[in-house]
């Protein structure tokens, strides 16, 4: 949106410097894009006299001239065919940037002959396309002065600054001049300035009458127009061109001068038939689709069906808020005119707008809501310029439909401003910013202007409030000291848990993944899914068509995308439901990882080896360390059929209750999933551990032993289909204050093991750590300890120590 400052000092009565304006609009909420300030650009051009003009001796064309600048006599070569002796003119000095041809003038040489300085032409100072030859001065201009003041003082539009803002979609009412000086005004840059037009009143009835059919009626709720003849169509004034060229604007006649202006002033587009294409009456209507119409622009477009339109005898005359027809356009010859006042609902034009791929001034405004009330009034106001301008007599206005009822009330609560924005405004203030704005109050209620369809509700009025006072006036204050000690906490136990998990398996080098819940059902049949309880009714595709019964499916095919893009080597991990059941209560929280590949790039140091079960069982015993489940637990097998029978396991607490599911995936379910392995993966229950007994958000004491800790080392010989957890479990179990750790360190199997030990035996060796709590282990006490491990064995086992 441009304006020029004078142009909003038409509206604005105010003493407010550019600076001052600008900085408020911005603060207002319209944020100033750019001022483009003539006065700034012309500044350095001053006023010279042209003493003597002779033939430059080498070049038939060109003039070496002698000017007086006021402060000395300089040398300027020109090759204007008006650069003469006796004249005046613009002079722009060497070090002067000429914007018309985007050059800073230099001391230099023509032909020859040194050239000082340059005489310059309207279009070199886009003043305007003139370049026939330089700018003559009347007499009256003053040697050496500032070519702006002079132009200041013939006519003060030529050097108006011209600002331009951003308007957010919300604020149609700041599409119009007037309304930004509103705002300005509200804020206490100014009061307005009466705009107010009597009605024209009609001296004969209008030949054309207008219909709105039943169907459209939701599209134009009213249609405002009234018949002028006898206008003369010519130019239009000079200060009306100089307003629209400033904004970017080519003027072209006196009449759509004038409805240009009125689109920028009041936001209000209106249109002007020529009376003499008009046959018969006018009619609006939606379109049935096929219509050719050529537009204003020269353009043929064709209509889709429901596209609003304006129709006469002869056809469609006039896309409807968005651009009127050639074939009804006016021109210099036009003598009689319709005009046109309407409001059209601004979804409907937005719809026809961008199927026909048509950007004009009128519906850019429609289709963001202009004021219906100001529909009657925008008439009179265009009647009487075009009166004023092009003369003619007006006819009586037609009106069909009427205006749509946009009348809405508020309560305002002065209270809120505080709450909401954290100001401090007093009611009285508060309630004269809202009526300076149009609202009009009642009590505690505050009728919203109609030409404001942005304010919907009470917090609209305190943003109002807040706007025009500056949130630049915020304050920051810290937040009041809490008095009631440590807060409580707002996670649940299991949103800590999930928390928890997650960060630990960051931390383990794990890259999160967040899939679908919704898998396709032959994947999900392999991890126990895929029945029709949990099938979804409504898929978005086959590809999901039922709820994940694990995480494993949804990782194991993000791996399947990453290896077949080069990702070999993976690591990722997912936190989310799975689902059981297709009750709301049939699903669980799963922390699942998976690893593939290798566990390290190659190197010169043989560091590279593939993933394996103890990997997954390492990084599973870690998360559940985090989450806090219990250190001791039970490993079983018994995994569930998508795990390696003989590389995966469980670990529960006793029989039923199960933490960790982590081993192997099954190689035939890789190879359905497409995933090149080995793959080793683990699935935590996160809510199956136990909660702690002790309620209080404190860490434990830290448990610190001065003694020093003892261990030994024994060798047992077992059957071969001994495990070493049974080994372990009973080693442990010999003195459960003692015994801190036992695990295993070697294990002898195959022929030599047999031939040594005899057919079917093995050899497991365990490191058991033995740590006082009360005094220094004697070698007694080791003793007794030693024996009762070996014992133990042997009852769970059969073993015996190894000789």
């Known amino acids: 949106m441009k304006f020029t400052l004078s142009w909003l000092k038409d509206h604005l009565e105010t003493t407010a410097s550019l600076h001052e304006i600008t900085y408020a609009l911005t603060d207002l909420g319209l944020e100033v894009e750019g001022v483009e300030n003539p006065g700034e650009r012309l500044g350095a051009f001053t006023i010279g006299y042209v003493k003597t003009a002779e033939k430059h001796p080498d070049a038939d064309k060109l003039n070496v001239c002698m000017v007086d600048t006021g402060t000395e006599t300089t040398q300027i070569i020109c090759g204007a065919p008006n650069a003469r002796a006796g004249i005046k003119v613009v002079v722009a000095s060497p070090g002067t940037y000429v914007p018309g041809i985007d050059t800073t003038i230099s001391v230099g040489k023509i032909r020859g002959i040194e050239s000082y300085g340059m005489m310059c032409s309207e279009r070199e100072m886009e003043l305007s396309e003139e370049h026939n030859g330089i700018i003559e001065l009347d007499e009256d201009a003053v040697i050496g002065t500032r070519f702006v003041d002079y132009l200041a003082a013939k006519d003060p539009s030529v050097v108006d600054p011209v600002i331009e803002i951003a308007i957010t979609p919300n604020r149609p009412d700041a599409l119009g001049v007037r309304g930004i000086a509103r705002d300005l005004a509200a804020r206490g840059l100014g009061t307005m300035k009466v705009r107010d037009v009597a009605p024209v009143k009609g001296s004969f009835a209008s030949p054309i009458n207008v219909t709105i059919d039943a169907d459209t009626a939701d599209g134009c709720p009213v249609f405002c127009g009234r018949v002028i003849k006898g206008v003369k169509n010519g130019p239009s004034p000079a200060w009306l061109q100089n307003c629209l060229k400033a904004i970017g604007l080519r003027p072209i006649s006196a009449l759509v001068d004038i409805t240009n202006f009125f689109t920028y002033d009041r936001n209000r587009p209106l249109h002007v038939f020529d009376v003499d294409k008009v046959k018969g009456d006018l009619r609006v209507h939606r379109a049935a689709g096929g219509e050719v119409i050529t537009a204003l622009d020269d353009k043929d477009y064709t209509l889709g069906v429901g596209m609003m339109v304006i129709s006469d005898d002869n056809g469609t005359e006039s896309i409807a808020g968005i651009m009127g027809g050639a074939a009804t356009g006016c021109t210099d010859e036009t003598v009689n005119v319709f005009v046109e006042s309407a409001y059209w609902d601004p979804i409907t034009i937005a719809h026809a707008g961008r199927a ?376 442990a179990g010999a003195d459960k204050v003692l015994i801190e750790t036992v695990r295993v360190f070697d294990e002898f199997t195959g022929e030599k093991a047999e031939a040594q030990m005899g057919a079917g035996k093995k050899s497991l060796a365990i490191s058991v750590r033995l740590q006082p709590t009360d005094k220094t282990l004697t070698e007694k006490d080791i003793e007794e300890v030693s024996a009762k491990i070996v014992e133990k064995v042997r009852k769970a086992t059969g073993g015996v120590l190894r000789g």
């Not at 301008?389 to 009330?409: F, I, K, M, N, Q």
């Not at 910013?433 to 919907?456: C, E, I, K, N, Y």
């Not at 015993?621 to 998508?642: D, F, H, T």
């Not at 077992?718 to 957890?725: M, N, Q, S, Y």
């Open 356 to 731: 026909l791929k048509i950007n004009s001034d009128a519906r850019y405004r429609f289709e963001r809501g202009v004021d219906p009330a100001f529909t009657a009034e925008g008439l009179e106001h265009a009647t009487r310029m075009i009166l004023d301008l092009c003369g003619g007599e007006a006819s009586d206005v037609v009106v069909a439909g009427a205006v749509p009822d946009v009348s809405r009330a508020y309560r305002l609560d002065t209270d809120r401003v505080q709450s909401l924005v954290g100001m401090e405004i007093a009611p009285e203030t508060q309630r004269a910013t809202l009526q300076a704005l149009g609202f009009v109050l009642d009590g505690d209620m505050a009728q919203a202007p109609s030409w404001r369809p942005d304010v919907l509700g009470e917090a609209d009025l305190v943003e109002e409030v807040a706007r025009i006072a500056s949130l630049t006036k915020l304050v920051g204050k810290p937040l009041a000291r809490a008095t009631t000690g440590v807060p409580t906490a707002i996670l649940t136990p299991m949103q800590k848990r999930e928390t928890i998990a997650r960060r630990t398996m960051a931390a383990l080098g794990y890259n999160e993944c967040v899939t679908y819940s919704f898998i396709d059902q032959a994947s999900a049949a392999l991890f126990g899914g895929g029945t029709d309880a949990t099938r979804l009714e409504n898929p978005i595709s086959t590809e999901m068509s039922h709820m994940r019964p694990d995480l494993l499916p949804g990782l194991l095919q993000a791996a399947a995308r990453n290896q077949a893009r080069g990702f070999a080597d993976l690591a990722l991990f997912e936190v989310g439901p799975a689902f059981h059941g297709g009750e709301p209560e049939e699903q669980h929280v799963q922390a699942t990882g998976l690893l593939v590949g290798a566990t390290a790039p190659r190197d010169a140091f043989g560091s590279r080896r593939m993933v394996d079960v103890f990997d997954a069982k390492a990084d599973a015993e870690a998360v559940l360390a985090a989450i806090g489940a219990p250190a001791k637990v039970m490993i079983q097998r018994n995994a569930p059929e998508w795990w390696h029978p003989g590389r995966s396991g469980r670990m529960s607490l006793g029989p039923k209750n199960i933490l960790c599911v982590y081993g192997e995936v099954h190689p035939k379910v890789l190879k359905e999933m497409d995933v090149k392995g080995p793959a080793v993966a683990f699935t935590i229950y996160v809510a199956n551990p136990p909660a702690p007994k002790s309620k209080t958000i404190t860490r434990p004491a830290l448990v610190l032993r001065d003694l020093q800790a003892v261990e030994r080392d024994y060798a047992f010989v077992v059957d071969t289909g001994v495990e070493a957890l049974t080994v372990v479990n009973a080693a």
